[in-house]
């Protein structure tokens, strides 16, 4: 026993010196990079180097971030050769880059969700500098992009491979019923009363409950979550619920059950639609022997106000460096140009990150064909994500899918699911 | 010679190297870990060394649920797929035509991609159209929510773990079957010694320890249940609220999804706690039946 | 041998009609597998799903085979599994040999804390055998990916449960005819439990084959990276492509089957039994 805490003490005394030392290291290089931004105007002093970025992409959209990289390397002025490297998917990214973090090994930029450092957000570099002094159209970000990357009270990345939740149908069914696509919450619970009493199915499900709540509570004016607690224990949060809880319990819409993904119900004509990443679509299948029907694509409903989901990762930087950080904000804002974020949009089925790129001839000749990417530039203005900033916003996602999960199959009223909920969300901050 | 001698570290000494630096280590650290509040695993930073990770784990219903359903678990599996193995394997090692081909089928399913074994057991156990309950039918059972109602959760999940644990025991049991002395068998064949007495005369004792070891590592293994929930329940933990949550499962939820590294490592001393306790206990009547065999010399 | 009561041959019909009803529902999953990935991306999605392919896409294993660079993670693999199982089956019987036949000071603490190891999840060590590894330098090489996997409590207590049933007489003689410990172990001890240690060489082979976060972990460069990690290039956060991955996961497969065959033939060969009177 007296082994293991002399062991013990020896290791905290070891890691709390890491510590200290990390900290310092980064503190220092963060004064560099304003020094060295500062200094950029028109000429910059970037040395050769090698800039590592750890990724989650696969096939395609591996292959078009491949020839965006190989196109920067060969064009870029200063020698810098940027090294893709692949860590698998989304689950496996975040788990390396918890590990090197904690290892103080990160790679110098990272595909990352906001809610991936929330124990290592000192780790980042903050890009205020950059943006400020080597940005020259950080307005042209989608608002809400820009919002996202700097929740955590500075500029933490740039926005990357985005995507947007939308309201898939079967379009074939809906033109049976006389149904078109829904604007409005009334809209949809008509759709969804059509649809049951004419083809027992439900008429909408959600692919991530946790979102499809605070969506609501936007669309009807309500705030969700923060790190003091839940705030939607109020009237209108009531009102939200009674809503989904009404269209869950008259069976207007359900949980995903045993189909796995709801794109599988919405293939196999079993449900009338749901809200789903736009990314997804590549996942329904139009065309399954006598289940053939035609896709019909509009963006999420609104009530009061309108409010749509996004999701993907931005680019973080890690670096420390301050070479290799230049170096690496050259990248970024390369991967951010108009140019690229309109390639990367449609060889991937992303969506570019700039109205201007929006707005191209280019993209909008792409929009013409594409029925998914037109419904997501209609609700570009209104996308959120979820705030990610704070201890214990991971576990409220997970706590919130799961109890809403809970309340639907027990088909609790509006006031019990709405107890229920701040609850469970109050208990994992308390 | 002396056997008595330090000797045997020599043997050991490998296995002891490696052992002491990624096993001992990340162990000791791990409990050491459960006792710091707050501990970060980032910078190794904690707000004080106390009992506040154990006190928050058997305060959580989540934990206390996990820790319901894994000894449900341990308590079913276990002796189950024992039992089945222990008597598809001495089939598998009598006279039979094709017994290789019969040995292979029955390794396969533990060289077969774990997605395609999730896949399959959730169309196994659908409700609507899945095999089960369409054999059930013929009964007049049923039909069962095996994956969709929450009361059939833990059911549901001992049936898939006990099927998939299945080869590895065979797996064992033959190789301890094949190691068996003909000649034990060969007196009983002269007396004509009806099958069933020879199997429990004359099999079982001879494979004793590798019966032992089946449970023993069976419950270790049942403990640590992880990947059977993850791919019965489509990356979930049971099929509305976590109904089937396991140890391990909460562990990982806490540790790599909630970023609460303090309570992940009490929960993984409970656990630890826990298996040491019931492999103890386990091994209790090998150990009296030793003492009294060694009375009896 | 066999006898013509009609009670044993109703027993024989039973025994028959067991295995293969254990059979099918032991292959079933196999089966699915193999089948799947000749499915189009259409089918894997259909509700209820079909058993028999529509259309035999062999495409899909071509699509799966150009995905990642297989070839070379081939290689990685078997180099890797081939050098954890040779080294796990060395140290581990050397050590089953330790706990079954020698007596030294310390002996039980030792295999109760041996023991004790595998009560912790190792989801608990990831972290910190990662940051062990990286101050090792060994981040991006073989030895990270052998090395720690070199001792295995549970091979380890496997063997000693089969070396300890082996007569202890059997020792005490070759001990009279001056054998030492080391000749003893390889030249008898190891060729009775020949059985037992191809188990464990079969076992520690797909454990390896299979292993993927812990590869994922420690390697950032695609040339380290082993076959498992090619699996997940069909995952997507939106969706799996399935047939992909069964078509993947059926190329991973053929190996380990042949590996199986192999050595199953060798335990087959040495069936006669070589050991003495219990």
């Given at each position: 026993?007296?082994?293991k805490r002399i062991?013990?003490?020896v290791?905290?005394?070891?890691?709390g010196?890491?510590?200290?030392?990390?900290?310092?290291?980064?503190?220092?290089s963060?004064?560099?990079?304003?020094a060295?931004a500062?200094a950029?105007?028109?000429?910059?002093?970037?040395?050769?180097?090698?800039?590592t970025?750890?990724?989650g992409m696969?096939?395609k959209?591996?292959?078009s971030l491949?020839e965006?990289?190989?196109?920067?390397?060969?064009e870029?002025?200063y020698?810098?050769?940027?090294?893709?490297?692949?860590q698998?998917?989304?689950?496996?990214?975040q788990?390396k880059?918890?590990a090197?973090a904690?290892?103080?090994t990160?790679p110098?930029?990272?595909?990352?969700?906001?809610?991936y450092?929330?124990d290592?957000?000192?780790?980042?570099?903050?890009?205020?500098?950059?943006?400020?002094?080597?940005?020259p159209?950080?307005?042209?970000?989608?608002?809400?992009?820009?919002?996202?990357?700097?929740?955590?009270g500075k500029?933490t990345?740039?926005?990357?491979?985005?995507?947007?939740?939308?309201?898939?149908?079967n379009?074939t069914m809906?033109d049976?019923?006389?149904l078109e696509?829904?604007k409005?919450?009334?809209d949809l619970?008509h759709?969804?009363e059509?649809?049951?009493?004419?083809?027992?199915?439900?008429?909408?499900?959600?692919?991530?409950?946790?979102?499809?709540l605070e969506?609501?509570?936007r669309?009807?004016?309500?705030?969700y979550?923060?790190?003091?607690?839940a705030l939607f224990?109020?009237d209108?949060?009531l009102?939200?619920?009674?809503?989904?809880?009404?269209?869950?319990n008259?069976?207007?819409?359900?949980?995903?059950?045993?189909?796995?993904y709801?794109?599988?119900?919405?293939?196999?004509?079993?449900?009338g639609?749901?809200v789903?990443s736009?990314?997804g679509?590549?996942?329904?299948?139009?065309?399954?022997?006598g289940k053939?029907?035609?896709?019909?694509v509009?963006?999420?409903?609104?009530?009061?106000?309108?409010?749509?989901y996004n999701?993907?990762?931005?680019?973080?930087?890690?670096a420390?460096?301050?070479?290799?950080?230049?170096?690496?904000w050259?990248?970024?804002?390369?991967m951010?140009?108009k140019e690229s974020?309109?390639?990367?949009?449609?060889?991937?089925?992303?969506l570019p990150?700039?109205?201007s790129?929006?707005?191209?001839?280019?993209?909008?000749?792409f929009?013409?064909?594409?029925?998914?990417?037109?419904?997501?530039?209609?609700q570009?203005?209104?996308?959120?994500?979820?705030k990610a900033?704070?201890?214990?916003s991971?576990?409220?996602r997970n706590?919130?899918?799961t109890?809403?999960?809970?309340?639907?199959?027990?088909?609790?009223?509006?006031?019990?699911a709405?107890?229920?909920?701040v609850a469970?969300?109050?208990d994992?901050?308390? | 010679?002396?056997?008595r001698?330090?000797?045997?570290?020599a043997?050991?000494?490998?296995?002891?190297v490696?052992m002491l630096?990624f096993?001992?280590?990340p162990?000791?650290?791990?409990i050491f870990m459960?006792?710091?509040e707050?501990?970060?695993?980032?910078n190794?930073?904690?707000?004080?060394?106390?009992l506040?990770?154990?006190?928050d784990?058997?305060?959580?219903?989540?934990?206390?649920?996990?820790?319901?359903?894994?000894?449900?678990y341990?308590a079913?599996?276990?002796?189950?797929?024992?039992?089945?193995?222990l008597?598809?394997?001495?089939?598998?090692?009598?006279?039979i035509?094709?017994q290789?081909?019969?040995?292979?089928?029955?390794?396969?399913?533990?060289?077969?991609?774990v997605i395609?074994?999730?896949?399959?057991w959730r169309?196994?156990?659908?409700?609507?159209y899945g095999?089960?309950?369409?054999i059930?039918?013929?009964?007049?059972?049923?039909?069962?929510?095996?994956l969709?109602d929450?009361?059939?959760?833990?059911?549901?999940l001992i049936?898939?773990?006990?099927?998939?644990s299945?080869?590895?025991?065979?797996?064992?049991f033959l190789a301890?079957?094949?190691?068996?002395?003909?000649?034990?068998y060969?007196?009983?064949?002269?007396?004509?010694?009806?099958?069933?007495?020879?199997f429990?005369?004359i099999?079982?004792p001879?494979?004793m320890?590798i019966?032992?070891?089946a449970?023993?590592?069976?419950?270790i293994?049942?403990?640590?249940?992880?990947?059977?929930v993850f791919?019965?329940?489509?990356s979930k933990?049971?099929?509305?609220n976590?109904e089937?949550?396991t140890?391990?499962?909460?562990?990982?939820d806490?540790?790599y999804?909630?970023?609460?590294?303090?309570?992940?490592a009490?929960?993984?001393v409970?656990?630890f706690?826990?298996i040491m306790l019931?492999?103890?206990?386990?091994r209790l009547?090998?150990?009296?039946?030793?003492?009294?065999?060694?009375?009896?010399? | 041998?066999?006898?013509?009561?009609?009670?044993?041959?109703i027993?024989?019909?039973?025994?028959y009609?067991v295995?293969?009803a254990?059979?099918?529902f032991?292959?079933?999953p196999f089966?699915w597998?193999?089948?799947?990935?000749?499915?189009?991306?259409?089918e894997i999605v259909?509700?209820?799903?079909?058993?028999?392919?529509?259309?035999?896409m062999?495409?899909?294993?071509?699509e799966a085979?150009?995905?990642?660079p297989?070839p070379?993670?081939?290689l990685?693999?078997?180099?890797?599994?081939?050098?954890?199982?040779?080294?796990?089956?060395?140290t581990?019987?050397?050590s089953a040999?330790?706990?079954s036949?020698?007596?030294?000071?310390?002996?039980?603490?030792?295999?109760?804390?041996?023991?004790?190891?595998?009560m912790?999840?190792?989801?608990?060590?990831l972290?910190?055998n990662?940051?062990?590894?990286?101050?090792?330098k060994?981040?991006?090489?073989y030895?990270?990916m052998?090395?720690?996997?070199?001792?295995?409590?549970?091979?380890?207590?496997l063997?000693?449960?089969?070396?300890?049933?082996?007569?202890?007489?059997?020792?005490?003689a070759?001990k009279v005819?001056k054998c030492?410990?080391?000749?003893?172990?390889?030249?008898?001890?190891v060729?009775?439990?020949?059985n037992?240690?191809?188990?464990?060489?079969?076992?520690s082979?797909?454990?390896?084959w299979?292993?993927?976060?812990?590869?994922?972990?420690?390697t950032?460069?695609t040339?380290?990276?082993v076959?498992?990690?090619?699996l997940v290039?069909?995952?997507?956060e939106?969706?799996?492509?399935?047939?992909?991955?069964m078509?993947?996961?059926c190329?991973?497969?053929v190996p380990i089957i042949?590996?199986y065959?192999?050595?199953?033939?060798?335990i087959?060969?040495?069936?006669?039994?070589t050991?003495?009177?219990?």
């Amino acid at each position: 026993m007296k082994m293991k805490r002399i062991m013990a003490l020896v290791m905290a005394s070891i890691m709390g010196a890491s510590l200290l030392t990390a900290c310092g290291g980064s503190g220092g290089s963060t004064e560099t990079t304003t020094a060295a931004a500062a200094a950029a105007g028109s000429e910059k002093d970037i040395q050769p180097t090698t800039i590592t970025f750890w990724h989650g992409m696969n096939n395609k959209q591996e292959q078009s971030l491949t020839e965006l990289t190989e196109k920067f390397n060969a064009e870029n002025e200063y020698g810098i050769t940027v090294e893709l490297v692949n860590q698998g998917s989304y689950s496996d990214l975040q788990t390396k880059l918890m590990a090197n973090a904690a290892a103080d090994t990160l790679p110098d930029i990272a595909q990352a969700y906001n809610n991936y450092f929330t124990d290592y957000v000192d780790k980042v570099v903050a890009l205020d500098d950059f943006v400020k002094n080597d940005y020259p159209d950080w307005d042209d970000i989608l608002e809400s992009y820009r919002t996202e990357n700097s929740e955590y009270g500075k500029i933490t990345g740039v926005p990357f491979n985005k995507s947007t939740y939308l309201f898939f149908y079967n379009k074939t069914m809906f033109d049976e019923l006389g149904l078109e696509a829904p604007k409005t919450w009334d809209d949809l619970q008509h759709i969804g009363e059509v649809i049951l009493e004419k083809k027992g199915l439900a008429a909408i499900g959600y692919d991530s409950m946790c979102d499809m709540l605070e969506a609501a509570l936007r669309q009807h004016g309500e705030q969700y979550v923060d790190e003091t607690g839940a705030l939607f224990n109020t009237d209108g949060g009531l009102e939200t619920l009674e809503f989904i809880m009404n269209m869950y319990n008259s069976g207007y819409a359900r949980l995903v059950g045993e189909d796995n993904y709801f794109s599988d119900s919405l293939s196999n004509g079993m449900i009338g639609g749901y809200v789903g990443s736009s990314t997804g679509v590549s996942y329904i299948s139009t065309d399954i022997e006598g289940k053939e029907f035609e896709l019909g694509v509009c963006p999420v409903v609104g009530d009061k106000t309108n409010a749509a989901y996004n999701a993907g990762t931005n680019i973080v930087m890690f670096a420390k460096d301050a070479n290799n950080q230049k170096a690496a904000w050259e990248y970024m804002k390369f991967m951010t140009s108009k140019e690229s974020t309109i390639k990367w949009a449609m060889d991937t089925g992303y969506l570019p990150i700039r109205t201007s790129a929006y707005e191209s001839d280019e993209y909008k000749a792409f929009m013409e064909g594409d029925i998914t990417a037109q419904a997501a530039y209609e609700q570009a203005p209104y996308g959120f994500v979820s705030k990610a900033s704070f201890t214990g916003s991971n576990e409220i996602r997970n706590v919130v899918s799961t109890t809403l999960n809970e309340l639907i199959t027990d088909k609790a009223d509006a006031q019990t699911a709405l107890d229920t909920l701040v609850a469970a969300v109050n208990d994992v901050l308390k | 010679m002396n056997r008595r001698s330090f000797k045997g570290y020599a043997y050991l000494a490998p296995v002891l190297v490696i052992m002491l630096v990624f096993t001992a280590y990340p162990l000791v650290k791990a409990i050491f870990m459960s006792f710091c509040e707050n501990y970060s695993i980032i910078n190794g930073s904690y707000k004080g060394i106390n009992l506040e990770n154990y006190k928050d784990l058997f305060d959580d219903k989540l934990f206390i649920r996990a820790l319901g359903n894994t000894t449900l678990y341990v308590a079913f599996v276990v002796p189950l797929s024992v039992v089945i193995s222990l008597i598809i394997a001495n089939l598998l090692n009598s006279h039979i035509k094709f017994q290789g081909l019969f040995q292979t089928l029955y390794f396969l399913p533990y060289v077969t991609s774990v997605i395609a074994i999730g896949v399959v057991w959730r169309w196994i156990m659908n409700s609507n159209y899945g095999l089960l309950n369409y054999i059930l039918g013929f009964f007049g059972i049923g039909p069962i929510g095996w994956l969709s109602d929450p009361k059939y959760s833990m059911t549901s999940l001992i049936i898939f773990a006990v099927w998939k644990s299945l080869a590895f025991n065979i797996m064992i049991f033959l190789a301890a079957l094949q190691g068996i002395s003909p000649d034990l068998y060969a007196a009983a064949r002269v007396d004509s010694t009806p099958r069933l007495r020879v199997f429990f005369k004359i099999t079982v004792p001879a494979m004793m320890p590798i019966i032992a070891y089946a449970f023993i590592m069976g419950i270790i293994n049942a403990f640590k249940v992880y990947n059977e929930v993850f791919s019965l329940f489509n990356s979930k933990a049971g099929p509305v609220n976590n109904e089937a949550i396991t140890i391990v499962y909460y562990i990982y939820d806490q540790f790599y999804n909630n970023y609460k590294y303090g309570i992940a490592a009490a929960g993984s001393v409970v656990l630890f706690l826990l298996i040491m306790l019931f492999t103890m206990i386990q091994r209790l009547p090998g150990r009296i039946k030793a003492k009294k065999e060694a009375a009896q010399k | 041998m066999k006898s013509t009561k009609p009670s044993a041959i109703i027993a024989d019909i039973v025994k028959y009609v067991v295995l293969i009803a254990g059979a099918l529902f032991t292959l079933l999953p196999f089966v699915w597998m193999v089948l799947s990935s000749l499915k189009s991306a259409n089918e894997i999605v259909q509700i209820p799903p079909t058993m028999i392919p529509r259309k035999f896409m062999f495409s899909n294993y071509a699509e799966a085979w150009q995905e990642a660079p297989f070839p070379r993670y081939f290689l990685n693999t078997v180099f890797i599994a081939t050098v954890t199982t040779v080294g796990v089956l060395l140290t581990s019987i050397l050590s089953a040999f330790a706990f079954s036949r020698l007596d030294f000071p310390g002996k039980k603490i030792i295999f109760s804390l041996f023991m004790a190891t595998l009560m912790i999840p190792g989801e608990m060590l990831l972290i910190t055998n990662f940051i062990t590894i990286t101050k090792l330098k060994w981040i991006d090489t073989y030895k990270a990916m052998i090395v720690p996997w070199l001792a295995n409590v549970f091979y380890t207590y496997l063997l000693t449960q089969f070396f300890s049933s082996v007569p202890e007489a059997l020792y005490l003689a070759a001990k009279v005819d001056k054998c030492s410990d080391l000749k003893f172990l390889f030249k008898i001890m190891v060729p009775m439990n020949k059985n037992a240690i191809t188990t464990v060489a079969i076992l520690s082979f797909i454990g390896s084959w299979n292993s993927f976060l812990w590869p994922l972990l420690v390697t950032n460069s695609t040339n380290m990276r082993v076959l498992s990690h090619g699996l997940v290039r069909f995952q997507s956060e939106a969706g799996t492509k399935y047939q992909l991955v069964m078509a993947a996961s059926c190329i991973l497969v053929v190996p380990i089957i042949i590996v199986y065959l192999f050595l199953r033939k060798y335990i087959l060969e040495g069936m006669s039994y070589t050991g003495v009177k219990g």
